[in-house]
C-alpha cells in the first residue's frame, strides 16, 4: 500500500512540475546562445532531441582532463569581428518563428505571423521554419522548444529570441527596440 501511494504522488508531483502547452517553462540552457535575452512564453510540451546540443551541453569522461594532467589551452582567436549566425546576411533584420504544423501554440503563431508575412515583406524577413523538416537551421540555432522566434540584425547577428507564443504588438516593440521598420497602423 505504502509503495502505490509513493508511485502516485511520485507520478502527481512529475505532472505537475512538467513542461506542456502554455507552461512557460524557462528553456533549458543549451538552447540560449551566448550574450541573447530569452523570454518565455505558452510552450509545446515537444523538446526536440538536438544531439548536436546535448553533446555539447554533457562531455563525456573520455573527454575530460585528468586533475593533474596539464591541459594545454587553444590560442585565441582574432577579434576581428563578432560571430555570425547567419551563413549569408541578406540586407534585411529577420524574425525566424521555429515550429511545427502539429503543435498547438506553432498553430497560434502561424495566425499572427501569416498577416505580418505580408505586412512587413520588403522590410523584416519573417519566416515559419518547421523544425522536422529543416533540421540543420534548427540545431544551428539550437532550437529545444516550441515555438521559438529569433530576432536577427541585417549583419547576421542574433539579437533576441523568445520561447512560446509571441503577440503581433510585442514583436512590434522588439522591432522597434532593435531599430527595425514597425508597419503603422495595423
Known amino acids: ?14 505532472m505537475a512540475f512538467a513542461p506542456g502547452c502554455g507552461g512557460g517553462t524557462e528553456a533549458p540552457e543549451a538552447a540560449k546562445p551566448a550574450d541573447t535575452t530569452t523570454q518565455v512564453g505558452a510552450i509545446c510540451d515537444t523538446t526536440l532531441d538536438t544531439t548536436a546540443a ?3 551541453a554533457v562531455a563525456p569522461d ?5 586533475p593533474n594532467k596539464k591541459v594545454e589551452p587553444e590560442p585565441p582567436k582574432p577579434k576581428s569581428e563578432p560571430e555570425r549566425v547567419v551563413d549569408k546576411p541578406k540586407e534585411l533584420p529577420k524574425m525566424w518563428d ?30 515559419i521554419i518547421n523544425v522536422y523538416k529543416d533540421k540543420e537551421r534548427t540545431q544551428q540555432f539550437r532550437i529545444v522548444t516550441i515555438p521559438t522566434q529569433v530576432f536577427i540584425d541585417a549583419e547576421g547577428k542574433e539579437l533576441y529570441r523568445h520561447i512560446g507564443v509571441y503577440p503581433r504588438d510585442s514583436i512590434e516593440a522588439r522591432f522597434a527596440e532593435f531599430g527595425m ?6
Not at 500500500?1 to 512529475?14: D, E, Q
Not at 521598420?181 to 495595423?186: A, N, T
Open 1 to 14: 500500500m505504502t509503495a502505490r501511494l509513493l508511485l502516485v504522488l511520485t507520478a502527481a508531483l512529475t
Open 54 to 56: 546535448a553533446n555539447a
Open 62 to 66: 573520455t573527454q575530460r582532463p585528468e
Open 98 to 127: 521555429f515550429g511545427s504544423e502539429k503543435c498547438i501554440p506553432c498553430k497560434t503563431m502561424l495566425e499572427i505571423l501569416t498577416p505580418m508575412m505580408a505586412d512587413y515583406k520588403g522590410k523584416v524577413d519573417i519566416r
Open 181 to 186: 521598420p514597425v508597419v503603422e497602423g495595423k
